[in-house]
Structures are given as structure tokens and as C-alpha cells.
């Protein structure tokens, strides 16, 4: 047993650890004070006598449980004291302080409620902002209720009777100055082991206390600094006494149960063991962070530990604004603050880069979006399962095309490939087209646990760091696409042109090709060009693409052909990676070529369903109040498509008949060309296949319009992603560019004053600027990067004159 000193008093505490509460092993009596007076100076020790008085035995009952506390005997040193204070009283130099009288709370209250009008010189504590409480000295009455203070910081402040938490009693006359001492002294004597001494000796007698008579009971004075030091310890206490009632800055506290305190006492572990932890996390991280970027941990390394990874992911929520319970939102915020960062969405965006858990360049639409990249094990087990056994429920019925020759014309990085063209002219002098299309539906039927995966994504998603497939990339790419020189099953819809490119004659059938060229638009471009004469068949679809053409305007047809970009990242994860930017012309021949043989075969699905009552997913545009002529003063290209594009009403559909497309100048229009990449076109084909084998289509019309409700939602959401992405990456390879380089831009269309939307035609943006006076619609100006920030989705230009 050890006897602690503390500010001229004394008390018995346990030299070993606090204990559990239901095993507590000592206790603290109520204290009297004991004044000496020696040399003309009183000095005063607070005692608890009751303890010398005697040693005894404590019960506590604990839940159920009677927990018996050791019995603790102080003969000696009682001795020693009771020797001392008889030799005092003798000489009558002995002064007892008056005897503890604890009374109701509402008669505490009563008395002490005339004692609280605020003074000049008196001290007091004050709640400067919901993180601060301040000490000050009250100086004079500012209006009716208000009082001037001069706090600890020596600022003058006006506050309110309601910001007032501690009034400090047995104070007059205070010097501010000494504010800063006080404070220090009073935190040297601060120890939140005493309030267990009390709690107890307090719940022992169920009786309620004040600040004062706390500091009596721990201090054995009520002086000034040992009541604000009470009242200090009580303030920050949230486990042994609770506020009873309270009037102005005077409460009552009484002892809370010993359940509570059990309780409170684990929660208090509990977090304190979840701070510790959090530390330990936070020096993770920084290590995490100096690390030079080649070294820092791998992505996966941090899901190894479960604590770690719960904090990794409520830091990944709430950076892409997903956290899905209060719980990962405060975790998060905690670990933002603890690391010095501020609690912002980019600061966690920020750090999880600097630690190497995302990428430099992250796609943070991908993971708000929460686009599906990856597939389930039973999907791909399914997927496998599909390739080994290759169903084909169409085989007998299918015309073999192998001695076509076939052109397959895409995008030189296209992982899907499910189109392709062949040509002839017949006889009569009449050009034969076949639109080959890829026959997925020969893998997989409606309602397959693939097919509803399918479903669920709508489509691939194509982004410039990465393709991610409708379907499992093995099966897609193996068991769906069309590949050069092999046999393919398809659908091939074969057309007959008359001679102003109108349909003639058409015919729908299952089929086997054989590709025989996998051209680029490039490569198919440079063909046209050389006009070889051992290519024939394709100046053959580039002359019914024309005949298409003309046809179409006839009808009514819009053209909004304008410039489109691709980029193609390569590796994405590293911090500077390899961007390359591809600029197309949608005028260009071969992309010309084919845009007119994907909208003739939209058009005649159109007519086959039409024809025969099949419902199909029907695609329309009612523009037919387009007045062309309005635009004629434009210049032909992007300025003009841009401008009828702004005037455009949003497509339409229909799942029992077609309906007039009045953009592309039909009188019905199905998408059909892309099942591998599109539900809906497999949709379309679903249906067309059974019609094909005489069987009842699978869907209703009803049911068509339900599933097209979900997955043009889930399309439009793609691609608005696909849309930010490739403009985050043509704004990283702007930011990227020399500073004095100058970029060619079309003036589109006048904004506001001067500010004009351009499109800069090395890149393929649509961007803003503010021109010179004198500049007009269609007109080509050079302008300049002055800022780049693709996270932030910040392009800045400015027009550069005189080059």
C-alpha cells in the first residue's frame, strides 16, 4: 500500500493497477481537513479519516455476482497520526474543518443558486466553440445579459449567460493574468484514478455531490484551484458520475450502478484497443506512403489481414461516396484525420494512390458506378462447360457460305468481332450484299445462367485502359466471335439493291463463314484508295454503301457524320503509361461502308418483323420537323451535325411494330449487328432465330419492354462512364503536351459574348474558349493548353493569335 501526496493532501491508494470493477480492492472515505500552524502559517492535509478510523471489509454486489474485497489494516500508520493530532490538540492548535453535509439536489441547487450572479474578477470557464472551453475573467456586463471577458489567451470576448460551463468558486478579484499559471497547476493535479475512489465511497452511501464537496472528499479542500480541478475531472468523466440536475453553470452529479459502470468501463477498453489499433494502422499507411512507387505493397496485400481490409475498403467507400454504413463513413473519417489529411472524398482518393492501393490514373466512374468487370466461378465454370460440348441448335439448318469472301472490318484493337460483309453483282447488273452477323445464340439459350449475366451488364464495356466483355472473355472471343480463316456460325442477312439503293429482295438464314480478311478502317480505307482490281468485292459494298446513301437522304435521312476518338492506355497501372490517340472521320470511306451495311440490315430485321408479326425491340426518332434547309448556311461536317444534334428529339421504341426512324430516313429500324456486345441486339436475335426454326418467339412484347426498361438504364449508365473515361484520358494526354504547342480548333457554336464552344480536331473535344472579336461559327482558330486536370475534369484553353 502506498500513501499518494497531492496539493497538501493525502490518500491511501493501491500500489497495483486499477483493478475491474467487480474486483475493486480499496476505497476512499470522506476527508476532513487539518489545519497546522507553524512559525505564524497555517498549512492544511486533507485526510480521510474515516480510513484511520478503521479497516474494513467491502462488499460489492456485481450484477449477481457478491465479489468480496480484501481487507486492508493501517494500524500503524493510524498510530502515527493519532499521536500527531493528539499532540496538537494539547497545544489547541488544532482547526477541523466542518463535517460534510450532503443535502437533496433540489435544496443544493436552491442554496447555490444565489451565489451564481456573475461579477466583475470572478472566474470562470466559458465554451468558446463546440471544440473549446476557455478560462477568463469577467470584466463588465455588455447589455443586459452578456458579460466582457479577458480569457487565457488575453482576449477580449463577449459571451453569453448560456456558453457559461464553470463559474470557479471562492474567486473575487482575479487577475487574468495568473490564468495560465492556474491552468497549469490545476492540470498538474488532475488524475482520473481519484473519481474512482469517490464513485465508490459515494455509491457505498447512495449519496449526490457537488464540484465543491468533490473536492472536499478527493482533496480535503474546496479551495479555488481543487474545485476547478474537481470540476475538470468531472467534466471529462463519462464513467462514474452522471449530472443529476443542472441550473446555469451549477450541477449536481450523482454515482452511476455498478452495472453501468461495468459497462461503460468495457466500451471504454474496447475503444481504446480500437485506437491503438487505428494507430498502428496509420503508421501502416505512412510507411506505406514514403515507400518509392515500384516498392509499395500490391493491391492485394492489403486484403491479407481482416482488420486492415475493413479499413482499406471504408476508405475506398468513401472516396468514391459509397459508404454504405455510418460505421465505414466514421472509420474512414477517423483514418483521414488521424493521418492529417482533411475529410473529403478527394483527400481519400489522394491517399489511397500514395499508398498504392489505386493506381495513378484509377477509373473512379468504375467503381462508383460499380460496374461488373469480373465474373462469378459458377459463371465461368458455365462458360467453359459451354465450349467444351458447343451446341448448335441450328446446325442442319444452316447454308454453308464458306466460298464468299468475307470482310470483317473493326477497330485494329477490337477483341469481338460480330460482323462482316461480302459483295457480288449479279447478272442483272444488281449489287448482292451479305451482312454476316455472329450467332451467339447457337451457345447459349434465354433464361441460362449465362444468359442472365448477360443480361445484368447489357453490354461490354469498351474504356480506353481496358475492354470488359457481355460475356466471359474466353467463351466471347473462342466460342462468339468471328475469327479469320476458321468456319463461323452466323446469321446472315443477304439483300438485293435495286439500283437507286432501295431493298429489292431480302433473305434471313442461319450460316457458316469462313473470314477471310480482318481489316482496320485504315487498312480497308487504303484498299478503296488503290482501287485494286483483285478486291473488287469491296468497291462492290463501298458502291451499295453510296447507292444506301443517297437512298436514304431521299427519305429523309440526317446526316450528323462528325470526327470520333479513341485511346487506346497501355498499361494503365503505371504512373506515366502510353497513351495512343486514334482520330476518326465517321466520313471516311470504309467507316462510311460500313455504318451503311449495319443500318441496311437494321432495316430489314425491321421488315422481316414487320412482315410476319415478330416482336422485336422496334427503334425509332420522330424527327420528320427537321428542317434541313435551316442548317444549309453551315458549313458541312461537325458544325453542321452539331447543330442539328442539339435539335434532335430522344430515340423511341416499340415491341409489337416498327416505327419510322426518321434520323436514318427508315420506315423501321432493329439493332442487330452486335449480339456479342449488346443484350439488346441478342434480344432481336432470340426472337428472329425461333421465328427461324418455326418455333413461338421466346418473349412477349411485354416482356421485351420490361427487360429494355433495365438495360437501357444499365447502357446509359456505361455509357456515361465510357464518356468520362475517354475524356479523362484525352484531357492526361493534353496536360501531357509541350506548353507552347498550339491545337487547330472549329468554332461550333457561340456560347455566351465571346466565349464559343470549339471542337479541337487533333484530339476530338468539344471544349470552351473565348475568341478574339471577328470570329465566327465554322471558323478554324489555334489555341493553347494554359491548364489540365483530368481528375478534376478541368480544361482550360485560351486562343493564340498571330500563328
Not at 31 to 57: C, D, E, M
Not at 63 to 73: C, L, M, N, P, T
Not at 191 to 217: G, R
Not at 298 to 313: A, G
Request: aromatic content about 6%; glycine content about 4%; some cysteine.
Amino acid at each position: 500500500m502506498a500513501v499518494r501526496a497531492m496539493n497538501g493532501s493525502a490518500i491511501l491508494r493501491c500500489c497495483t493497477a486499477s483493478p475491474p470493477i467487480a474486483a475493486i480492492r480499496c476505497c476512499v472515505h470522506q476527508y476532513k481537513a487539518v489545519h497546522f500552524h507553524r512559525g505564524g502559517q497555517s498549512t492544511k492535509l486533507g485526510f480521510p479519516l474515516s480510513i484511520l478510523q478503521r479497516s474494513y471489509n467491502k462488499v460489492s454486489n456485481v450484477g449477481d455476482r457478491i465479489v468480496a474485497i480484501r481487507k486492508y489494516s493501517v494500524q500503524s500508520l493510524v498510530d502515527m497520526v493519532v499521536e500527531e493530532l493528539e499532540s496538537l490538540r494539547k497545544r489547541g492548535r488544532v482547526r477541523a474543518s466542518n463535517k460534510l453535509e450532503l443535502k437533496s439536489n433540489e435544496e443544493i441547487l436552491e442554496n447555490k443558486l444565489g451565489k451564481q450572479v456573475l461579477q466583475k474578477g470572478f472566474l470562470l470557464e466559458f465554451k468558446k466553440d463546440p471544440e473549446r472551453v476557455l478560462l477568463a475573467v469577467a470584466q463588465k456586463p455588455d447589455g443586459k445579459k452578456n458579460w466582457m471577458v479577458s480569457d487565457q489567451n488575453g482576449a477580449m470576448t463577449s459571451i453569453k449567460p448560456q456558453q457559461i460551463t464553470f463559474i470557479v468558486p471562492g474567486v473575487e478579484n482575479f487577475d487574468h493574468t495568473e490564468i495560465s499559471d492556474f491552468v497549469q497547476r490545476a492540470q498538474s493535479n488532475l488524475d482520473a484514478t481519484l473519481l474512482e475512489f469517490a464513485w465508490i465511497e459515494l455509491l457505498e452511501k447512495n449519496k449526490s455531490v457537488t464540484v465543491e464537496e468533490l473536492a472536499e472528499m478527493i482533496f480535503g479542500s474546496a479551495e479555488p484551484l481543487e474545485s476547478y480541478c474537481a470540476h475538470l475531472l468531472l467534466s471529462k468523466d463519462d464513467i462514474y458520475f452522471t449530472v443529476l440536475e443542472s441550473k446555469g453553470s451549477f450541477s449536481v452529479y450523482g454515482p452511476r450502478p455498478v452495472v453501468q459502470v461495468e459497462e461503460l468501463l468495457r466500451r471504454k477498453q474496447a475503444k481504446e484497443a480500437a485506437e491503438k489499433e487505428l494507430q498502428e494502422f496509420v503508421k501502416l499507411l505512412k510507411y506505406a506512403r514514403e515507400m518509392p512507387p515500384h516498392s509499395k505493397p500490391k493491391n492485394s496485400s492489403w486484403r491479407t489481414d481482416e482488420k486492415i481490409w475493413n479499413r482499406i475498403e471504408s476508405l475506398e467507400a468513401y472516396a468514391i461516396d459509397d459508404c454504405r454504413t455510418d460505421n465505414q463513413k466514421k472509420t474512414a473519417a477517423m483514418i483521414l484525420k488521424a493521418m492529417g489529411l482533411a475529410k473529403t472524398a478527394s483527400a481519400a482518393v489522394d491517399l489511397l494512390i500514395d499508398i498504392g492501393y489505386f493506381p495513378v490514373h484509377v477509373n473512379l466512374d468504375l467503381l462508383k458506378l460499380n460496374i461488373r468487370t469480373d465474373y462469378p466461378e459458377e459463371i465461368l465454370a458455365a462458360a467453359e462447360s459451354v465450349l467444351l460440348e458447343c451446341p448448335d441448335l441450328d446446325k442442319v439448318d444452316r447454308i454453308d457460305l464458306t466460298h464468299l469472301k468475307v470482310y470483317a472490318i473493326d477497330v485494329d484493337e477490337a477483341d469481338e468481332l460480330d460482323d462482316a460483309l461480302s459483295a457480288t453483282r449479279l447478272q442483272d447488273g444488281r449489287i448482292k450484299v451479305w451482312i454476316h452477323v455472329a450467332d451467339p445464340t447457337s451457345l447459349i439459350q434465354p433464361g441460362s445462367m449465362i444468359d442472365k449475366e448477360a443480361m445484368k451488364r447489357a453490354t461490354s464495356v469498351f474504356l480506353p485502359t481496358a475492354t470488359h466483355p457481355m460475356f466471359p472473355e474466353k467463351l466471347a472471343m473462342e466460342g462468339m466471335s468471328l475469327k479469320q480463316g476458321k468456319p463461323c456460325n452466323a446469321v446472315t442477312v443477304s439483300v438485293v439493291l435495286h439500283s437507286d439503293g432501295s431493298i429489292a429482295e431480302y433473305l434471313v438464314e442461319n450460316s457458316i463463314i469462313k473470314p477471310t480478311y480482318m481489316l482496320t478502317y485504315e487498312s480497308a480505307s487504303e484498299l478503296l484508295h488503290l482501287n485494286l482490281e483483285e478486291e473488287v468485292e469491296l468497291r462492290l459494298l463501298s458502291e451499295a454503301a453510296m447507292l444506301r446513301l443517297q437512298w436514304r437522304r431521299g427519305q429523309g435521312a440526317i446526316d450528323t457524320s462528325t470526327i470520333e476518338t479513341r485511346i487506346k492506355v497501355t498499361n494503365p497501372v503505371d504512373p506515366v503509361p502510353l497513351i495512343k490517340l486514334y482520330v476518326e472521320n465517321q466520313a471516311d470511306p470504309a467507316m462510311r461502308l460500313v455504318t451503311e451495311m449495319m443500318i441496311l440490315c437494321g432495316e430489314v430485321i425491321a421488315t422481316l418483323g414487320s412482315c410476319n408479326n415478330i416482336h422485336l425491340p422496334y427503334r425509332g426518332q420522330p424527327q420528320s420537323n427537321i428542317d434541313i434547309s435551316a442548317f444549309s448556311h453551315l458549313p458541312e461536317g461537325p458544325v453542321r451535325s452539331s447543330a442539328i444534334v442539339k435539335t434532335m428529339r430522344a430515340a423511341e421504341m416499340d415491341f409489337r411494330k416498327p416505327i419510322r426512324h426518321g434520323v436514318l430516313g427508315l420506315p423501321g429500324y432493329v439493332q442487330f449487328t452486335s449480339p456479342i456486345r449488346r443484350y439488346m441486339d441478342l434480344l432481336a436475335h432470340y426472337q428472329v432465330k425461333a421465328f427461324l426454326r418455326g418455333d413461338s418467339p421466346p418473349f412477349s412484347a411485354g416482356q421485351l419492354e420490361g427487360m429494355a426498361s433495365m438495360i437501357n438504364m444499365n447502357t446509359r449508365v456505361v455509357r456515361k462512364l465510357c464518356n468520362s473515361s475517354l475524356r479523362y484520358w484525352i484531357i492526361e494526354y493534353l496536360r501531357r503536351q509541350p506548353k507552347e504547342r498550339s491545337f487547330s480548333a472549329l468554332v461550333l457554336r457561340f456560347i455566351k459574348d465571346r466565349v464559343v464552344a470549339i471542337l479541337l480536331m487533333e484530339v476530338g473535344l468539344q471544349a470552351s474558349v473565348w475568341v478574339s472579336v471577328g470570329v465566327q461559327v465554322g471558323d478554324e482558330v489555334k489555341v493553347r493548353v494554359e491548364e489540365a486536370l483530368p481528375r478534376d475534369d478541368v480544361l482550360t484553353l485560351k486562343e493564340v493569335q498571330g500563328i
